[in-house]
């Protein structure tokens, strides 16, 4: 098929198309460090791409107790046999399903979260990650099992609508697109590879059905595709898209081509460039201050999330509601919040450690960081509530901002890239945050035209769906080794 074009990705044959096969549908998977989505629509053997723009994609139910577009990266699976794991759930209910087995259960699941990043900057062609329980497992068998839970709801989705388009799916007539972080390295895209071929997706390893997006780019395709009613506005204008993800961002230089007011094409004018600034830094940030307020040592802290890994993870969901505030602007300095720490973890310390006088331990925490210039903690028995201020939470973000002022003064010193760009396009997560938009907008000066995505958490999804429709749109691309053209 004339449209395919795989030259972003150095880790397959590219003689190996399927010139003959007719895609039927077109299925995609932001598949996110800490939340995922996926979505199908017709194929693109269907719909001209044009055609498409106008029409929503369905959006696939991964997780049937969160309505919201994405869903936490978090799975759970359950022994069927001696060596033999099934995936059972996904997102909150994998969770829900986590907490609510017994100890006697336990041994015959296990539940996995926040595991894409193990493929950043991972030396291993098969890292191991661990379970919440402790179990190390290939990530490999980790994602492969991710990639067939979703490939089932898919199949379920495309039944539920089948009786009127009368669609066939098997990894022949399925075109499958994967965002990525552009940062990535080819050794993770392999990997993503190989567990999708293991899940029995594609047909061969490098089956030309799977493609991958950046994510940067999925989302400056999305926000031209927003301003078409007014391209001829973004004529010889260059996007910088900082994509701002709750782990890594990414930044990306886009070029559009506007011809009478139609995107004839897309140029990437820079390696892409970031790092692990995202919001890992701010949650790091957080679980130094809980250890603090614990007073344990690292040997005692890492003991308490190993034994006790559904306080733990019940925990970080306080903190992620507390952080989503500071996301969407709803915490200022002057704010305080409540921080309930959970009974599993309180029965646990006290056993193990002795801890129970917590308003002592807060008192404590007070004297020892007295001169930080941040207000006082408290914590409150009646409701087992830790009430921390906005100035303390807003702290956490000083590492991130840190690492992220020095990732961009080095991009300032090192590149003419700036020089080319006159608008700065947020996306990601973290982009929700007007502190740190605020933040990045200081650092790199008033010169330019500040946007946010629309919707940065559909973006990457409906900008990868946009792209496997026409890959071709991007027709000039750097990569670290060399650039490209169609």
């Known amino acids: 098929m004339h449209y395919r074009n795989l030259y972003y990705d150095s880790t397959i044959n590219y003689g190996n198309s399927n010139n003959n096969k007719k895609i039927e549908l077109l299925c995609a998977i932001d598949f996110g460090s800490t939340r995922t989505a996926a979505g199908w629509t017709i194929g693109v053997d269907n719909i001209p791409r044009n055609q498409f723009i106008t029409t929503d994609g369905i959006k696939i139910k991964l997780d049937p107790n969160d309505d919201n577009f994405t869903t936490p990266t978090a799975i759970l699976f359950k022994k069927i046999d001696q ?46 990650i661990r379970s919440f329980s402790g179990e190390e497992w290939s990530i490999i068998k980790v994602l492969s099992g991710v990639f067939k ?188 919040h409540f921080l309930e720490i959970p009974r599993i973890i309180l029965r646990y310390l006290e056993k193990r450690f002795g801890i129970k006088d917590f308003k002592g331990l807060a008192k404590k925490f007070n004297q020892r960081n007295q001169n930080s210039g941040l207000s006082e903690i408290e914590w409150d028995d009646d409701e087992r509530f830790l009430v921390i201020s906005g100035d303390r939470i807003k702290s956490f973000f000083k590492k991130a901002i840190q690492k992220l002022r020095s990732d961009l003064n080095l991009f300032k010193q090192t590149t003419e890239i700036l020089r080319q760009t006159d608008i700065v396009l947020f996306t990601g997560g973290l982009s929700n945050s007007d502190y740190f938009r605020k933040s990045v907008q200081k650092i790199l000066g008033n010169n330019y035209q500040y946007c946010k995505s629309s919707y940065p958490e559909k973006s990457n999804l409906v900008g990868s769906i946009y792209f496997g429709f026409d890959p071709k749109i991007i027709s000039i691309k750097r990569s670290q080794f060399t650039m490209r053209k169609n």
Request: glycine share 4%; net charge neutral.
């Open 83 to 128: 060596n033999d794991w099934e995936p059972i759930s996904f997102g909150k209910s994998a969770e829900r399903e986590y907490f609510g087995l017994r100890n006697n259960e336990i041994d015959n699941y296990r539940f996995f979260k926040n595991y894409k990043m193990k493929l950043y900057q991972n030396n291993s062609i098969n890292p191991k």
């Open 149 to 336: 839970f979703i490939n089932q709801k898919f199949i379920e989705s495309v039944n539920e609508s089948n009786s009127k388009i009368n669609l066939s799916i098997n990894n022949d007539t399925t075109q499958w697109v994967l965002t990525v972080p552009a940062i990535w390295e080819d050794k993770a895209k392999e990997i993503m590879r190989r567990a999708f071929f293991q899940a029995g997706l594609i047909s061969s390893q490098d089956s030309a059905n799977l493609l991958f997006c950046y994510e940067p780019e999925a989302a400056a395709l999305v926000f031209i595709q927003d301003q078409r009613n007014n391209l001829d506005k973004l004529k010889n204008k260059n996007l910088l898209v900082v994509d701002a993800g709750r782990r890594t961002i990414d930044i990306t230089l886009v070029k559009p081509t506007i011809v009478n007011n139609e995107i004839e094409k897309f140029e990437i004018l820079m390696v892409p460039t970031g790092g692990d600034s995202g919001s890992i830094y701010i949650d790091q940030e957080f679980i130094k201050f809980f250890q603090s307020f614990l007073n344990l040592n690292n040997n005692q802290f890492n003991q308490f999330k190993n034994e006790c890994p559904k306080g733990f993870l019940k925990l970080s969901n306080q903190w992620e509601g507390i952080k989503i505030k500071i996301f969407i602007g709803d915490l200022t300095e002057y704010d305080s």
